[in-house]
């Protein structure tokens, strides 16, 4: 295996089936340009004679679009920038944490990821989008789901307050689960 001897960036990307490590190489002698996606090179252009530019690609199950923008910033350096869905990572971050609620726990042993994603009421586990079933109860909705034999449910109840909106809580085998912040 050859040695990342050129690799100029490294970033997480939280998305509803797992946590993605993006690494960029960047050859500026040269002007090789390597993406890798959780370990796995997507992207391998040699000999680029253009330094600055973008490299687009897709990430997850959901292929969602991934931009790596190359500047110069002064002489030889370059800053390099990852874009997810036409936004900066930082903003797109800050959206999703709107419209997605996340729960990491311990099952036996085993460790969970929880996602919902608000917008469609999918439920994601470790990669997996759940089966779920949803229904009406006096204070708002359940959408009941299992992850191996535990009975999980994510209760969705009015704040009563307009600017908070709805409150999801995840229930597992009747204990409630804090919310993660990523």
Not at 28 to 34: A, L
Not at 44 to 67: I, N, P, Q, S, Y
Request: glycine content about 8%; aromatic content about 8%.
């Amino acid at each position: 295996l050859e040695k990342m001897t050129d690799l100029v960036a490294v970033w997480e990307v939280a998305l509803s089936d797992g946590v993605h490590k993006i690494e960029f190489e960047h050859g500026t002698t040269s002007g090789k340009r390597v993406v890798y996606v959780d370990g796995k090179e997507e992207i391998r252009k040699e000999w680029m004679f253009k330094l600055v530019g973008k490299e687009t690609f897709t990430v997850g199950a959901a292929k969602t679009k991934a931009t790596i923008n190359i500047d110069a910033v002064s002489g030889f350096a370059y800053e390099y920038t990852l874009e997810i869905n036409g936004k900066s990572l930082k903003k797109y971050m800050e959206n999703r944490s709107k419209t997605t609620n996340t729960w990491v726990l311990s099952l036996g042993g085993t460790d969970y990821r929880v996602v919902l994603e608000k917008d469609t009421m999918d439920v994601w586990c470790n990669g997996q989008k759940m089966e779920t079933a949803g229904e009406f109860v006096d204070d708002g909705t359940e959408t009941h789901f299992s992850v191996g034999d535990h009975s999980c449910c994510i209760k969705a109840v009015s704040s009563g307050k307009r600017r908070e909106g709805i409150i999801h809580t995840l229930i597992v085998d009747d204990r409630e689960i804090p919310e993660a912040v990523e």
